[in-house]
């Protein structure tokens, strides 16, 4: 069965290029984003890792711990984290999943039950691994993106989402389309007119259905 939004993730051990993890467990009261890639040593999965090793103080801000998985072994992560340094010019302090028995790949719904990996295999044969995951202290999965082989993944795009889930998790709101922290954010449906002037001041009651407010400080 997919993975699909509010179900918990998968809980599961595994070797990284940091040590062994159970995942429930590394996560902890945090949120926390997983991301995957097909193979190591290739050229958009090191710009990929290359960005998200420059946005961690960006992460720490948002108290979200980042997690990489590339269905290659722990020694092949390591000497791969030290070309992934050198094109993003900063160190990469997050933990890279081994993932050589496709177990994760699998439980997150990202390859068939039945794949394997061939001698002398490609990148192709694991092209579906290229998921992004953003799990919530619940450990229940808020959002995933999948992309192709050939389109590097938009992680200012991914920060974005983050801030939009937090933002409305943790005040009871809904966010507009391209919305940015400090934009109005829309009234949920579940309000009435006077319970959403009652609990966020003025509403800018656009449609009967669209009503935004001032962002709660």
Request: aromatic letters at 8%; proline letters at 6%.
């Amino acid at each position: 069965m997919s993975l699909r939004i509010n179900d918990v993730v998968p809980d599961f051990e595994a070797d990284t290029s940091q040590g062994s993890i159970r995942f429930h467990d590394w996560i902890g009261d945090s949120w926390a984003i997983l991301f995957s890639h097909p193979k190591d040593f290739t050229p958009v999965c090191t710009t990929e890792f290359g960005a998200v090793a420059r946005l961690n103080e960006e992460w720490q801000k948002r108290g979200t711990k980042v997690i990489g998985i590339s269905v290659d072994g722990v020694e092949e992560h390591k000497q791969w984290i030290n070309d992934i340094a050198s094109y993003a010019g900063c160190e990469v302090g997050f933990p890279i999943i081994a993932d050589e028995s496709l177990k994760v790949a699998k439980l997150f719904d990202m390859l068939p039950a039945d794949a394997y990996l061939p001698d002398g295999r490609t990148p192709d044969d694991s092209a579906t691994v290229r998921a992004v995951f953003i799990i919530g202290p619940d450990k229940k999965l808020k959002l995933s993106m999948v992309y192709p082989m050939n389109v590097g993944r938009n992680f200012a795009e991914v920060l974005r989402a983050l801030d939009a889930l937090q933002t409305a998790s943790g005040v009871g709101v809904a966010t507009p389309a391209d919305w940015t922290v400090g934009q109005d954010v829309i009234v949920p449906l579940s309000l009435s007119d006077e319970a959403a002037k009652a609990k966020f001041g003025d509403v800018d009651k656009i449609l009967p259905y669209l009503r935004k407010v001032k962002l709660p400080k």
